[in-house]
Every structure is written in C-alpha cells, then in structure tokens.
C-alpha cells in the first residue's frame, strides 16, 4: 500500500560516535524531518511511540553505530499501520525502538523480541510501569526464577546487584515463595534498604568488603548457599561454584560489571560443577514471550496491591529532552526504572485510562473514543513502594512512597530560550489526575454562566407607550372585542412573558471547581502544551520582543501565568490576540483550554499545588 501523506518526525541522532563509554550532549542531535509514511514489507509495523525506556545498556549500541545513526532503546507505542498478525493496527506496541515520533519496525530479530501489550494491559495500572516491574524487567526475573532457578521454600539464594531494578524484585519474589535471601549491593544506603525497606534477610557492600567470601558464609548460616542468581558476571561466580550446596544452580541473567567497563574473565573452578552436579545456565528473555499473559495474571495483582516494592521515575517532555534526561541517568542522579513519555501530539482530551490515551497518541483525526470515564486510582496499598532513599544513619526507615501517587517530574525552562535548566517535581494529584470530561463541562458551564450580563429586557403591556383606550367599541360592530392599542397582537404592544434582567450564575460546589482545575492542568501536562519556566520576565514592554519568543518557540495561543502582576508583560501582550496574561490566583478552567499552550513559572506551580492539593 502505498501512502503520499507526509508526517513530521523528529528524531534523536547520534553527532558523532563515543570513543569509549564517556557521552556527553555533543554527542546527540535533534532533527525534525518531513517524510512520506512508508510501504512497508510483510512482517513490518509502523508505530508512533509513546513511552521510552532509558537502561544504560543503551551507550554501548552508540559505539557500534555511526555518526547521523539513530539511536533508540525499548519502549512502548502505538502501531499506526501494520502487516504483521501478532501487532495488529491500533494495538500498543512493547519492543526496541527509535528515539523518535515514528519508528518502523521490520527486523524479524527485533520482532521476536516485541510484545503485544494489549493481551494484559490493567486500566488501573499508568502505562509507565509495563516500561519497568510489569514489562521486560519484571517478566526477565519472574519468568528466570520459574523457569532456571527452580525455587523451593527453605533454600538460600544470593543476588549480587541486587539493589537494581531486577535485583529488587528477584529478592520480592524470591522472599515470597519462602526462600532465605542474600543480596550484595555498592553502597551502605543500597544495602540498608535491601534489609529494611525490601526484607533481605542479609546484605552487604560487595565494594567495601575485604572478603566477600567470608561475608557470603556468615550471610548464608549454616545450611549454605543453593542458588546463586548472577547479575553481575564477573568472579564473583568463582565464590559461588565454591560454596554452593550440591544441586544447587546459578543463572546468569545480566552483566552489570561488563557495563561498568570489567573485562570478562572465565571461572577458574568448573570442576565444581562436576563435584557438586551443579547446574550453570544463561538466561535470555526473547525467547519466551508467549508467556507474558501468566507473567500478567500473577504480577498485576501483586503491584496493584503493593505487595511488591518498586520504584520509577517518569519524565513526560518533548523528544529534545531524552539525550539530557539520558546522561542524567549515567551520572545516577535518577533512581529506579527511568523512563520518557513523549507526547507531541496537540489532542484536546486526556486521560489515564489506556484506551483512551493510546488511541488519543496515535494522532488519527476523526477517532473518537468508546470508553467510559476511566476508573478512580486504587486506593493506597498496605504495603506502600518507596524509592531507594535510605538514611543509614537513622534507626527508622523514611516514610515509604507509592508510585501511583508519586511525584511526576518536568523540566524547568529558560522563557526566552526553552533550553532546560533544571527540574521540578510535580504533585501527581494536580498535575496527573485522571480526565473527567463530566467535570470540565460542569466548570465550563458555571463560568459560562457567571459572564452572563443578564440585561436583555422587553416591554409589556403597561410599559409601552399608548393609550389605554379601546381600539372600537365593544359591541354593537357584529365583530369580537379587540382591546387596548397596548395588547400583544397589536403592532408597538407589549410582549407576553418577555425576558426581564435576570442573574444566570449558578452554583457548584467548591470541590468540583478545585477538581476542574486540576483535571486541566494534567490534560495540558500530559499533552505537552505545559512549559514550566524560572520567570517571565521580559526586558521591555515591546510587542516585537515577546512576538520574537512567541515565534521561536512555536507558539500559536499561549496563556501565561505569572506569580504577580507585571506591567511590561501585560503592555507587550496586550495587542496580541491569542495572546493572555493572568495570575496564579485567578487561573480558570476556561482560559486553560481555550489557549494551545500554557506558561506558568515556578511560584505559580507552587501555589497552584498548595491551592488545589488533596
């Protein structure tokens, strides 16, 4: 099928290849490309992407790529056109792809490697987390403990790196099916949460141990050691093959060592698994995926519930902001699974309900959208999730943190250059509420109301001019009666009923007007029409300066929230007609939808947060 329409793609490129694992933001560029959709080959998706996944694994594809490759990792998308049965059109897409709005998908390598979404998604879940503990990750450390490690209540297994984001679970779950948990982390913090926050039962610094050998003995007890889950690959699988229980297994699932730049070296004690009929086995994920939907149906309830502890950050930002947000991540400032959501599309509705946003992402006019209004967020599970956030110097754990209400992050931008300069959390339940377009329409509707000037006024039959006499005599004509000169049939009488100046204000509760507010400002976050700026300050009252910043950054309508009256702003706007001005304190619902973008600076972030905070 051949297909003229263009589309604008913007894509992350790689400027010139790394010499070694050092990156830096030269090393990245952003284009924006106007190309015809492609005729694909069988087997091959065209997908719009919504979410990525950042995994530092991701820097050594740049070392075997070249300059202007583009760069990518896994993520999730919607397929936009498809000749592959196991990805049909309009189903969300888990799989590699590229850093960019569309991505086509036609290695059969790659595909193998994909999933299907659609055959588990929860409406109750955010989408982010079938990136992290309901995706890849997750399904790698359940489907590997299942399958290879053979688990039996009772015996011992020891994770090395096992405050990652595949290490945490293996220990949930080895820990839930009755097992003695050992893990090894890299910092006193990391080891601490392992024991308080996550119920290791041992754990220790694996850098700043002079022996782990001894360490390991001492932390498996007197029954030993049964299972060693690899996470490292590097000799600490050596101390495994020697202190292992006959029988016992070790699985290779990852290699963070090889990341952090070790060389490789090969155990020099194999014999063991001889002597002890040991079992050595390597795990890869892709080859398993058609059991994604057990992985669903025992997982989902369990994160739901918060029964398992995980923690993610999300970022949700224009696809500029991943090569910055990406070095962040190498420089561990971020903790937990990091991922980005990319929306870039200018759709007038939101919701967290995935029906609904996905098939909103996709950017297909005239779809309209079946689902109801999506369900209200589960209510905060007993055991609460926290990020890895631990003060081993304080006897009690810091007060845990659910990721479903966690804070959203955003950048914070300069206004006359949009370049990031650092970032804000967001409270979740302002900025990342669900949409209720029953509530939008109630708000709009009672502000309507409210500008409503009521003066439209009639004349009845004692106020309009004329006499009161009769316009002939009543009888004696062989005709009716007619009446006065003043009665409604005659032409200048007065009008029956007629509309009369009249208040039209309505009521509506507090509470429903606070939730409006906050209902719109998450459409306009998640839709990316939200900019976050330190001030708007302008140097001065000139139309042209402000007209310059409006046309750089691509604005049509913006509306501009600013902490407090400023009258270089207001003069410079004042001419200009998509163009608004407010302050924090009289943001409405209506001014937020009617204009494209929205301007907000810090302070007014902060009120708006105390304002409207739950």
């Given amino acids: 099928m051949t297909v003229s329409k263009q589309v604008s793609n913007t894509r992350v490129l790689l400027s010139q290849v790394p010499e070694g694992i050092a990156l830096n933001k030269s090393h990245f560029r952003t284009v924006v490309v106007n190309e015809d959709i492609p005729e694909l080959k069988e087997g091959a998706v065209y997908v719009k992407n919504i979410i990525f996944s950042l995994d530092p694994y991701i820097k050594y594809n740049f070392l075997e790529g070249s300059e202007e490759t583009p760069v990518g990792g896994f993520g999730i998308a919607k397929v936009i056109d498809s000749k592959n049965t196991n990805f049909p059109t309009g189903s969300t897409f888990f799989g590699p792809v590229r850093w960019g709005t ?3 998908l036609d290695d059969p390598q790659e595909l193998n490697e994909s999933v299907n979404l659609d055959r588990g998604l929860d409406p109750e879940v955010p989408l982010s987390i079938y990136n992290g503990v309901l995706g890849l990750s997750g399904f790698t450390v359940w489907d590997s403990l299942n399958r290879v490690a053979d688990l039996k209540k009772g015996e011992a297994i020891y994770i090395s790196s096992a405050a990652g984001t595949l290490g945490q679970l293996a220990g949930q779950l080895a820990k839930r099916k009755g097992l003695r948990v050992i893990g090894s982390a890299g910092s006193d913090e ?6 308080t ?6 754990a220790f610094n694996y850098k700043t141990t002079q022996d782990r050998r001894t360490a390991l003995i001492e932390a498996a007890g007197e029954k030993g050691l049964d299972i060693y889950y690899d996470l490292l690959f590097d000799d600490t699988v050596d101390i495994a093959l020697d202190l ?3 029988h016992g297994r070790i699985i290779a699932v990852g290699a963070v060592a090889l990341s952090q730049g070790q060389t490789p070296v090969a155990p020099k004690n194999m014999l063991n698994l001889l002597l002890k009929q040991l079992r050595y086995e390597g795990y890869v994920v892709y080859e398993y995926a058609d059991q994604y939907e057990a992985f669903w149906k025992e997982m989902t309830p369990m994160v739901k519930n918060g029964e398992i502890k995980f923690s993610e950050t999300v970022l949700q930002g224009a696809l500029d902001v991943i090569p910055e947000t990406y070095l962040r991540l190498l420089n561990g400032e971020y903790k937990g699974k990091v991922s980005v959501q990319v929306i870039t599309s200018r759709f007038s509705t939101f919701t967290s309900s995935h029906a609904e946003i996905i098939d909103t992402l996709s950017g297909s006019e005239g779809s309209t959208s079946t689902t109801s209004s999506p369900p209200p967020p589960p209510p ?5 999730q926290q990020p890895i956030n631990v003060d081993s110097t304080k006897k009690s754990a810091p007060e845990p943190v659910n990721p479903f209400f966690a804070p959203l992050q955003a950048w914070i931008r300069d206004f006359k250059s949009n370049e990031p300069k650092d970032l804000i959390h967001l409270q979740r339940k302002v900025f990342g509420v669900p949409m209720r377009r029953d509530i939008l329409h109630r708000v709009v509707i009672w502000q309507q109301d409210g500008m409503r000037q009521g003066t439209h006024s009639t004349k009845g039959r004692s106020e309009v001019s004329g006499t009161t006499r009769k316009a002939a005599r009543q009888k004696g004509r062989g005709a009716a009666r007619v009446g006065s ?3 409604p049939q005659r032409r200048g009488g007065g009008i029956p009923f007629g509309p009369k100046p009249r208040d039209h204000s309505s009521e509506l509760p507090r509470k429903v007007q606070e939730m409006g507010l906050r209902v719109a400002l998450s ?3 998640a839709q990316d029409q939200l900019v976050i700026v330190d001030g708007v300050e302008l140097d001065s009252h000139k139309t042209r300066e402000f007209e310059a910043i409006k046309n750089q950054h691509g604005w049509d309508s913006v509306l501009i929230i ?9 003069r410079a706007t004042k001419n200009l007609q998509k163009v608004d001005v407010t302050i924090m304190q009289e943001t409405d619902v209506l001014r937020l939808l009617k204009y494209e973008m929205v301007v907000m600076d810090r302070k007014s972030v902060k009120y708006l947060e105390k304002k409207l905070k739950v």
Avoid: C, I, M, T
Avoid at 190 to 195: A, E, I, N, S, T
Avoid at 197 to 202: I, M, T
């Fill in 380 to 384: 905060p599970p007993k055991q609460q």
């Fill in 197 to 202: 926050e996550l119920g290791f039962d041992a």
């Fill in 562 to 570: 600013a902490n407090q009256e400023d009258q270089k702003l207001w």
């Fill in 244 to 246: 292992l229980n006959p």
């Fill in 485 to 487: 000169l003043r009665a």
């Fill in 102 to 104: 569309f991505s086509v």
């Fill in 523 to 525: 459409a306009k976050f």
């Fill in 190 to 195: 990391k080891v601490q949460y392992l024991k």
